[in-house]
Each structure stands twice: as structure tokens, then as C-alpha cells.
């Protein structure tokens, strides 16, 4: 058994505090420390703000070099925010600070097309640090992206790609119930889409990922997001959605090269939706078709962050993305 | 445009010849020698023998030494033999005359637990000229063990990895549609079963890939196969199968770990076979299930080793497998 990798766990929401609890259920990982700038957790018992039974032996840190102060580390698993506004500072202290990260910011997925400069800066951080940076999970990272690219291997030609990831939301958790606009009206969504603050964060990334990879240029990029309206009445432990009333949503992301639409990407999450599957389709030779099932968001992300600990930590200093790694794997 | 990878066919049976084709459809590759030791094609046109309009120029070598006399390479696409004792000097020389090489040599492709001592001598031949063997295909190389792996990427904990490969023989050519045993009787099956001469090649290094990469020992090794027996009269282009005579195998691999039975893998080719699809299931948190249709063996066989090429001229020097490199993807 070799020695176990050091991690620090930076951010304590939901998903967070699941990875928090999943360290400690590997025996090649050991949780070191938690970062989370909340008042309401910080100088808390890690283990009680995360929901673990057995003792940690240390308080939640208000900044990272508060748990590096404490406690030496090899890793930091990131889980703040989905936004470079949001985030880049955090990446570019964690790599200051000589350590590797995981993060799950769905726009570190693949930065190159929507954030070249500061994806050039935080490559820069890297380098000069000598350590790695990746952002994945479940989607960005692996079921729009990097899973189908691996399903191009089987390929003589590909002409169109399309992933169509289809949730039925009722089984999820509350804050993902609310996050796709179940119970609000049809104007409060189309309000909220206004904002810009409605609806999956990644497609762009996925595409991005997807069009380099293949050596293909994006030439146009469209999204569009719509409510999905509930016929009858749903009722869920978190939600009373009437009819008329929006259940959730469908986004979708279209890239288009020079010869036309190349990839369509299309995000299903609605309450009570029947089709709980994800389906890839790749048109060309030979035609593919893939069907998944139980490819749930949270437990998927949780397990991809945590199984990529070990191959940023193997890999070369920089920014790097999935295409970049050996396939990621259990363990 | 950067220059194309100039790459030599050594072996031109039905595989190789498509491969061949298949190399000439990619501007990133340039096809520039064949080899193959059949005298029937030996100093033919090379276009002609693998069915190609264009002319190439070339002439099919008898060895690897006359095609590099006539001229420079940078990879071999080796399609000669499934099995070491045959194709172990091969490889061997390309690698001695400095060449990559990408083999679809099925005991190849995780060549570390039944052949450790011929592949210590290969990877030691690759370093030494500072080249890249690797072996791979749809089947190993891809559906029963680089794939799931790849799966269980999502995966929290992996209890059991279960794979099935159902294949409808009858929409597949002549020389497969013997292979699997179509039209013997059930003795003259099982008299082909004891020479060791039936069934898919590569289970094992399916197997041992898989386990290796999860870090599992496999402490025991079991398979077993058996002919599918037609109910009625089956007319193919190429087979007329009398109820009770032999449609095909099903052939089956199981890989245990000290706590009991850990991987399945189920092969299945016959004639009329209702099921055309392949089936992964892994067991764990979450639970998967995949299905993929539109995997057939030889366009993905050609298309999985043509991809391949480009990842083998940017590996590190050695003997390495699917999961040592960066995902395989189309082009």
C-alpha cells in the first residue's frame, strides 16, 4: 500500500460535503482538511459540517492557507463555483500554494474556447508551480464530452454527434428540484432565463471539448433554453407544482462547422420526466448508438472528482482536460 | 496541415486489406508499404491485392526489411496474428528497425498476466529504440475492458463488472461465419473446441487489463465455451444450417478476486442471433447499465487501430496498453 494522497477539500455545499464523506471512504486518499468561506461552518468539526459519523480531528478553515497552516497536502478538491469570475482567484492560490487540483467549476472543464485568457493564466500557474489542474465531473466531463470522444475510437468517419441527457428530477434533491425551476410559472422561468442565472452550466465546454478534440472548428455556437410545463399535478417532498406550472427545463446546444450542425447536445430535467437515460448517437461509420442508465449527477460527479485525484497528480504541471489524461477509472 | 504519418501494412488478410483502404481515407496518414509472406500477393500491386481503385505505387514486400528498402515509415499497422508464438518476432523486428507499432494481435493488447515474460521482451525491445507497441481493437482493446473502464470513472464503488457481446453473425462475412462454427455438428464443434482452434480471442487480456487497472488480483481464471444450436433451417449467403447443426458459440470468462466472482464476460456470435448489441453492467454505487449498438467488429476493429496510430507516435517509449494512454478518438 502505498502512501495515502493528502486532500484538501475547498468548498462545503451539497456536492462539496459528498466528496468530503467519499475521501474517507478510500483507503488511497486521506482528508487533511475543509475550506469553506461560510461563517455558518467555518471553526466548526469538519466532520459534523460534512455529515460524517467518525471524528476528523479538525475544524472547517475560513481560507485555504489557514488548512495549509494545519496541515500539510497534496491535492485540493474544489468545489466552489461553476464561474471563472467566481473561481479563478481560488485555482490560482491553490497552485501558488504548490498543490494540484480537482475542481468540479463546470467552465475549468474545457476554458480554451469561452476563456482563453484566463484558462492561459491559470496554464501559467500551473507550469511555474509545477502542478495540475483539471476541471470534471459527470457533465461537463465525461457524458457530453469526454465519453463520447472515446466512443469516436471505434470510428472510420464521423459526421454528427448527438448526446441527449434526459433526468427525471424527481429523485433527485431539493436544491436540484429548485435550480431547474420546478413550481415556478412559466413567466418566473423566462424572468429567471433573463437573468442568465437559469439552466445547466457546461455546454459550451462540452462542445468546446468535443470540436478541438476532433480538429474540427467551431464556427457557430446557439442555445436555447425552455420551461418544461407540467400537465397535471406533482407533488414532491420539496415541490407542489400545479398544472400550467413549470416542472423543469430543456436546453439546447448546437455547434455547427462550416458544412453545418456537427453536434447537438440536449439537457432533459424536469419532474416526473419519463425517460431517466442518457443517450449517445454518433452518425457516420459505423452509426452508433449508446444507451445509459443510472448515470446520476451527484453520485457521478462526486466519484469522476475523486477518481481523477490520482491522474492529475501523475500528470504533466499545466491545465490540462480530459482528453489530455489516461482514461480516468475507479480507484 | 502538419506532415502525414507514413505508415507500412504488414499483413493483408481480410483486417489488414481494410485497414489499408482505410489508411489511404485519412489525410493525416500516408500508406506506404505493405508486407504480407503469402506468395499470392508478394510483388503485386499493392492497390490490387487490398482492393483499392487508385493505384499506390507500390508493390507488396515479402518482409519488413524489403518494404523499408523501398521506402521511409514511422509506424507499422500490424494485422498478422492473434498469437505470440507467431507474431512475437514480428513485432520485435519493427521495433528493432525503429518503428512504431500498433498491432490488432489480440494477446497483445494486456499481454502482462498469461504472456509476462514475452512482453517484458518486447517492452524492453520498444525502449530500447525508443519506440511504442501496443496492442488494441474493438474486442480487446475497447468493449470488454477499456470501456468499462472508462466507466467505472463515475463510479463511487465497483462490486461487479459484468459484459455481454451479442452478435447477429448473419449480417457479418463468410470467413466469421465459420470461425464461430456455423454449420458443424454439435461433435464436430466440440472435436474443434478440444484443439483449442474455437472461439474469440482475448478474454483473458480483457480480464487482466480490467483487473489490473482496478487494482484487483485475479486469483482464479475460469472460461468455458459452447456451440448455439440452430432450432431450424438457417440459409446464409455463405452457410446452409440444418436444425440440431451448430449456428454459432457462446463463450464465457470469469474473473474472480479472493472474495468471490468480480468480472463476467459473455461472447455470443451466431447466425440469426436476435440480440445485436453489447451490454455493460456494473455493479456498485451507482449501479450502470450500458448498451451500445452499431459496434460491428471489423469496421470498429480497423477504425479503433487506424485511430490508435496517432496516439502510439506521441506515447512514451515501451510496450503500453489501452489505459496507459490518452483516450483513443477518432481522427
Known sequence: MSTPIRVIQYGLGPIGSAVARHITERSSLKLVGGVDIDPAKTGRDMDEVVGLEQPLGFKVAKTLAEALANAEADVVLHTTSSCFDLFESQITEILNAGLD????????????????????????????????????????GFLMDSLPLNLTAICQRVDRIDVT????ASVRRGPFQAKIGS?????????????????????????????????????????????????????????????????????????????????????????????????????????????????????????????????????????????????????
Do not use: C
Not at 441527457?165 to 427525471?168: F, G, T
Open 165 to 168: 441527457r434526459s433526468q427525471n
Open 101 to 140: 487540483v480537482v475542481s468540479t467549476a463546470e467552465e475549468l472543464s474545457f476554458p480554451w474556447l469561452a476563456h482563453p485568457k484566463e484558462a492561459a493564466r491559470i496554464d501559467e500557474a500551473a507550469k511555474k508551480a509545477g502542478k495540475t489542474a483539471l476541471g470534471t465531473g459527470v457533465n461537463p
Open 183 to 331: 413550481g415556478m410559472t412559466v413567466e418566473q422561468f423566462e424572468n429567471k432565463v433573463d437573468t442568465g442565472r437559469m439552466g445547466h452550466v457546461g455546454l459550451p465546454e462540452s462542445m468546446g471539448m468535443v470540436f478541438h478534440t476532433l480538429g474540427r472548428k467551431l464556427a457557430r455556437y446557439e442555445d436555447s433554453i425552455e420551461p418544461v410545463v407540467a400537465d397535471s399535478l406533482i407533488q414532491t417532498d420539496f415541490f407542489t407544482v400545479q398544472p400550467g406550472q413549470v416542472r423543469g427545463l430543456k436546453q439546447v446546444a448546437r455547434g455547427f462547422t462550416d458544412a453545418g450542425e456537427f453536434m447537438t447536445l440536449t439537457f432533459i430535467a424536469a419532474l416526473e420526466e419519463p425517460l431517466d437515460q442518457d443517450t449517445v448517437k454518433i452518425s457516420g461509420k459505423p452509426d452508433l448508438e449508446v444507451i445509459l442508465k443510472g448515470t446520476n449527477g451527484d453520485i457521478a460527479t462526486v466519484a469522476m472528482a475523486v477518481n481523477a485525484i490520482k491522474r492529475v497528480k501523475e500528470a504533466s504541471p499545466g491545465l490540462v482536460t480530459m482528453p489530455d489524461l489516461p482514461i480516468v477509472t475507479f480507484g
